[in-house]
């Protein structure tokens, strides 16, 4: 019996050490320190935490799932490129899905219902002004997919969550240090307001404007990470 607790025991720390090195290199993506076409090796990152390499490999492996690193044969993980076609693809996917949505989700929702994802608002408000980048994308996340699962399509949500994977910003650090995530962030507050109106058209444009503001914010920070300066390694788990 106490063979068999010890081993479960091992095995726990080994799966919170795992995600939070995943969480850790998901921080350092968003921040730009891991370079989209760069490859890392496990044995590399992990010696910048001060742990062995399995936590690392297992760690990259849950982020290739997410379609944000790709395994390279014999070297490591390369981090995915997205290029400037890609992401219009992707916003116009996200266009074709969730504004005509949300304007049948304003017709068919409760007030309620619109309601309870209010603190989620409002949360990503104060990621953005806390600086908690993960904070925010976390947030933003379950508010969008939270408010589009009202359409009871899940084949939807599942959709629009791949999509934002794939498109997901990178060096939003640049972003946040200039103050223009808070803006993007109070958009959610005021699409509530217009659903709750019940205004389904100008629900759909204010929808329509999040994601081109959301593509223009990602192409001014794409153009600043162009420009060379000194690359950073991520720090370790915390």
């Known amino acids: 019996m106490g063979g068999h607790l010890k081993q479960h025991n091992l095995i726990t720390t080994q799966e919170r050490l795992r995600d939070q090195v995943a969480h850790a290199l998901r921080a350092a993506l968003i921040a ?7 490859v890392y090796s496990a044995p590399a990152l992990a010696a910048d935490f001060g742990i062995s390499a399995t936590p690392v490999r297992e760690a990259m492996l849950d982020l290739a799932r997410e379609g944000l690193v790709e395994p390279v044969r014999n070297k490591g993980f390369r981090i995915t490129e997205v290029s400037e076609r890609d992401l219009d693809q992707y916003t116009a996917l996200r266009a074709l899905i969730e504004v005509p949505t949300i304007g049948a989700i304003t017709g068919s929702a409760t007030r309620h219902q619109l309601e309870e994802l209010r603190p989620v608002a409002e949360e990503i408000v104060t990621s953005a002004r806390d600086h908690d980048l993960i904070g925010y994308l976390d947030a ?9 699962a009202l359409s009871g399509n899940d084949r939807l949500v599942e959709t629009v969550g791949d999509l934002r994977k794939r498109s997901r910003l990178y060096g939003l650090t640049a972003l946040d240090e200039r103050g223009m995530l808070v803006a993007s962030a109070q958009e959610h507050h005021e699409l509530l307001d217009l659903m709750l109106s019940g205004d389904s058209a100008a629900a759909e444009e204010c929808m329509a404007r999040h994601l081109g503001h959301v593509r223009s914010l990602w192409a001014q920070d794409r153009d600043r990470a162009l420009v060379p300066g000194p690359a950073r390694r991520p720090g370790p788990a915390r």
Do not use: K, M, T, W
């Not at 933003?140 to 589009?148: I, K, T």
């Open 32 to 38: 730009g320190e891991l370079r989209p076409g760069q």
């Open 140 to 148: 933003d996340r379950r508010f969008h997919l939270s408010l589009l």
